[in-house]
């Protein structure tokens, strides 16, 4: 499985913008970008998922380089809500997805 | 919106002991999983169900390991004898499609605890 690389934690404060980083310089052509999240005590949650075109959707937005060896994840207001571990995911058409450790997102009130 | 859900939410059980995990998968999905994630560490796949069969397992997922669709509604997974290091919060998992177009939705989890 295509490996991704996400810093350990990133802090921001409510109501901001932030902006999770992911790379992923061995994607292959056929890799989704997929970003879940888990919330303290939760299962893992879907958030968002793209190709190679930026991709929105209520919850975030996706932007994916051109040479699709990195994304960011966007989140426009950051809530309280929003503190969780987030996790870059490839996935082609293995079914299992493979979780790495995430990024852990502190929201500061 | 639809929900993968999972009971009971906590289960305490002793070594040796079976126990079954239940879900209901979102009703028309076809794809069905398990995945465990002890305290602290990464989610692990155990294995992934589809048309009544399993597709792929990880290794885990040994001779102790069991799952089953026993209706059209439910999805289970079987541990036959657990063991002190099954303690884990396992997450069923459901997907209407196999490809990586789609996401996957997930239960809130069963925390099993053996003592």
């Known amino acids: 499985d295509a490996k991704t690389t996400q810093p350990n934690s990133m802090e921001s404060n409510e109501e901001e913008p932030v902006h999770l980083p992911c790379n992923h310089s061995?994607?292959?052509?056929?890799?989704?970008i997929h970003w879940y999240r888990q919330l303290p005590s939760q299962g893992p949650e879907y958030v968002i998922h793209g190709l190679t075109s930026n991709v929105n959707n209520r919850m975030a937005s996706l932007a994916i380089a051109e040479d699709r060896k990195s994304s960011t994840l966007i989140l426009h207001r950051a809530t309280l809500r929003d503190a969780a571990v987030y996790y870059c995911i490839l996935r082609n058409g293995s079914e299992k997805l493979v979780f790495g450790k995430g990024m852990k997102l502190t929201v500061n009130p | 919106e639809p929900e993968v859900t999972q009971t009971p939410s906590h289960q305490v059980t002793q070594m040796g002991q079976e126990v079954i995990l239940r879900c209901v998968p979102i009703s028309n999905h076809l794809y069905f999983y398990w995945y465990r994630q002890i305290l602290g560490q990464k989610v692990e796949f155990l294995v992934s169900?589809?048309?009544?069969?399993?597709?792929?397992k990880s290794e885990i997922f040994d001779d102790q390991f069991s799952v089953e669709r026993p209706d059209g509604s439910n999805f289970t997974l079987k541990i036959r004898s657990t063991k002190l290091e099954d303690s884990a919060m396992y997450f069923c998992?459901?997907?209407?499609?196999?490809?990586?177009?789609?996401?996957?939705?997930f239960g809130s989890g069963t925390r099993l605890t053996v003592v």
């Open positions: 169900f589809y048309n009544n069969e399993i597709s792929e």
């Open positions: 998992a459901s997907s209407q499609y196999r490809a990586g177009n789609y996401g996957y939705t």
């Open positions: 061995t994607i292959s052509g056929t890799d989704y």
